[in-house]
T-cell receptor, first 115, second 113 residues
Framework: KAGVTQTPRYLIKTRGQQVTLSCSPISGHRSVSWYQQTPGQGLQFLFEYFSETQRNKGNFPGRFSGRQFSNSRSEMNVSTLELGDSALYLC??????????????FGSGTRLTVV | DQQVKQNSPSLSVQEGRISILNCDYTNSMFDYFLWYKKYPAEGPTFLISISSIKDKNEDGRFTVFLNKSAKHLSLHIVPSQPGDSAVYFCAARGIQGAQKLVFGQGTRLTINP
């Protein structure tokens, strides 16, 4: 079955702009979570969506938001970009079983550079 | 606070020998642990996982050991191959609140021919 697809792979934006990243999970997986990887902070949880609802949110400012569509595809948006938002953004595709999340298959990521 | 720690930033092992990567955690509510392998600018690739009700899980050359009393897990790779050279992350999931993965900082493994 197809893996997790993230688009675009690379993105360069200017400070103050906004950006939208996309993630298509594995077919049948209804949970999508987003992570940010930076050299200084490592891999940090942003948020998780399940059945079009945000279930959990990490410790990131409100400039970071997301949504999930009925086909389980998810988008994350970052508004008013700052230099510190430069990072590799990863999404993980998962399934829920008896309320617990399993799977956690990652996409290749989107490398965002803010200049 | 760093709930998952990989205290060795790097590890160098000779091809054919055993690679042992270590991970410590502080949160006793973690119930599921995973190991990932990662290359630069790519997403983590899942290797192996273990539930907190087990103390060992094996998949081919990869074995993960969990010591709950010590809050310690390790990944053994036998035999090590040049293609194993990458950064390895351990991750833990809690069952309460956000079921997010909490990652360690990673260990860079280099397999020398």
């Amino acid at each position: 079955k197809a893996g997790v697809t993230q688009t675009p792979r690379y993105l360069i934006k200017t400070r103050g702009q906004q950006v939208t990243l996309s993630c298509s999970p594995i077919s049948g997986h209804r949970s999508v979570s987003w992570y940010q990887q930076t050299p200084g902070q490592g891999l940090q949880f942003l948020f998780e969506y399940f059945s079009e609802t945000q279930r959990n949110k990490g410790n990131f400012p409100g400039r970071f938001s997301g949504r999930q569509f009925s086909n389980s595809r998810s988008e994350m948006n970052v508004s008013t970009l700052e230099l510190g938002d430069s990072a590799l953004y990863l999404c993980a595709s998962s399934f829920r079983l008896r309320g617990l999340i399993y799977g956690y298959t990652f996409g290749s990521g989107t490398r965002l550079t803010v200049v | 606070d760093q709930q998952v720690k990989q205290n060795s930033p790097s590890l160098s092992v000779q091809e054919g020998r055993i690679s042992i990567l270590n991970c410590d955690y502080t949160n006793s509510m973690f119930d599921y642990f995973l190991w990932y392998k990662k290359y630069p600018a790519e997403g983590p690739t899942f290797l192996i996982s273990i539930s907190s009700i087990k103390d060992k899980n094996e998949d081919g050359r990869f074995t993960v050991f969990l010591n709950k009393s010590a809050k310690h897990l390790s990944l053994h790779i036998v035999p090590s191959q040049p293609g194993d050279s990458a950064v390895y992350f351990c991750a833990a999931r809690g069952i309460q609140g956000a079921q997010k993965l909490v990652f360690g900082q990673g260990t860079r493994l280099t397999i020398n021919p």
